[in-house]
């Protein structure tokens, strides 16, 4: 059974990166036919996509943050990781990785990480 | 503001049953299939229904989903106090190109 793991600084300050890493245990990120997501929650708020890395390098981002953010996946490590740049407070969220899963015909997120809260905040 | 739009919130009583809506547009809840995620108190979401009615392994039947057009459903049948939760509607849009979510329905269990 796939379980994943975020890890990574709790506070970051305003107009640094924020990066995070998933740890994925139970199976490998080096399969093309997943899709290795991040999803945030500012506190209080809904889910918000933030982008996913598939096929062994492609990416595909929010429009919203796309000048900012950054997938990579390491196979040697089975992580995957996020990098956001230029944060500031609204960027203060409980952040997901998750699994994109599905045949053609439909996707969805499952297993989800338990979430890692980042504040943003001198 | 989020493309797709749910009820803050909704309530019930044990046994009861309860639907959430999830109004989106052609582009997005019309054109793709709809997946459900409920998310207990101070944890992670879980994925609760995908492509508009699948219920994955170990989900209850109490929980069923739909679509129609541009709308989808939730429905909980024999609402149980363990169903209070936040559930979230979440598609691909066409036109953003990327996944939406829908804002939210906080469900009570009175």
């Known amino acids: 059974q796939v379980q994943l793991q975020e890890s990574g600084p709790g506070l970051v300050k305003p107009s640094e990166t924020l990066s995070l890493t998933c740890t994925v245990s139970?199976?490998?990120?080096?399969?093309?036919?997943?899709?290795w997501s991040w999803i945030r929650q500012p506190p209080g708020k809904g889910l918000e996509w933030i982008g996913y890395?598939?096929?062994?390098?492609?990416?595909k981002y929010n429009p919203s943050l796309k000048s900012r953010v950054t997938i990579s996946v390491d196979t040697s490590k089975n992580q995957f990781s996020l990098k956001l740049n230029s944060v500031n407070a609204a960027d203060t969220a409980v952040y997901y990785c998750?699994?994109?899963?599905?045949?053609?015909?439909?996707?969805?997120?499952?297993?989800w990480g338990q979430g890692t809260l980042v504040t943003v905040s001198s | 503001q989020s493309v797709l739009t749910q009820p803050p919130s909704a309530s019930g009583t044990p046994g009861q049953r309860v639907t959430i809506s999830c109004s989106g547009s052609?582009?997005?809840?019309?054109?793709?299939?709809v997946n459900w995620y409920q998310q207990l108190p101070g944890a992670a979401p879980k994925l609760l229904i995908y492509?508009?009615?699948q219920r994955p392994s170990g989900v209850p039947d109490r929980f069923s989903g739909s679509k129609s057009g541009t709308s989808a459903s939730l429905a909980i049948s024999g609402l149980q106090s363990e169903d209070e939760a936040d559930y979230y509607c979440?598609?691909?849009?066409?036109?953003?190109?990327?996944?939406?979510f829908g804002g939210g329905t906080k469900l009570t269990v009175l």
């Open positions: 139970g199976g490998s990120v080096d399969i093309g036919s997943y899709y």
């Open positions: 979440a598609t691909w849009d066409d036109s953003l190109n990327g996944v939406v």
């Open positions: 492509g508009n009615n």
């Open positions: 890395m598939y096929n062994s390098g492609s990416t």
């Open positions: 998750a699994r994109r899963v599905g045949g053609s015909s439909y996707k969805y997120f499952d297993p």
């Open positions: 052609s582009s997005n809840i019309e054109s793709n299939p």
